[in-house]
């Protein structure tokens, strides 16, 4: 089962919609788990789909709902991943330098906008998941 059990008494009968006023008068749905007179279990269970049940909340951090990767993550992501490959390829990259010359040292210039392209894909990827993420999990 993954459904809450209702309270059953103050409940109302999935069936008749009656109110229960006695825990010992109702029983829960095999099939719902919604409260349900007891003279109507037979005749509600006969035709519940199991629809309407009440199911767990998630409350938990492993009961959270996964990631859709929509568009919009997937390209934030991408755009993230994208930039600070550049500024990794940028720092990577060697100097040119003609054949016979000692190398040169790497230029503080060029590092700079290396790392500087990496945070920013950094932060566009991290901020654009987190945020799409949220609005996610706000939709839920
Ligand atoms: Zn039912």
Do not use: N
Not at 88 to 102: D, I, K, N, T, V
């Amino acid at each position: 089962m993954d459904f809450e059990l209702e309270e059953l008494a103050g409940a109302s009968c999935v069936h008749s919609g009656k109110k229960i006023l006695v825990a010992t008068d109702a029983t829960h749905c095999t099939k719902c788990g919604r409260a349900v007179l007891q003279k109507h279990k037979d005749e509600h269970e006969s035709k519940c789909s199991g629809a309407g049940a009440i199911k767990r909340v998630a409350h938990d951090y492993d009961e959270e709902p996964p990631v859709e990767w929509t568009t919009k993550v997937i390209g934030f992501v991408a755009t993230g991943v994208f930039v600070a490959a550049l500024g990794g390829g940028l720092m990577m990259a060697s100097p040119e330098q003609p054949p016979g010359e000692l190398a040169k040292p790497m230029p503080t210039k060029k590092l700079g906008a290396g790392f500087g392209l990496m945070a920013l894909g950094a932060v566009v990827g991290v901020a654009g998941f987190s945020s799409e993420r949220k609005k996610q999990l706000a939709k839920k």
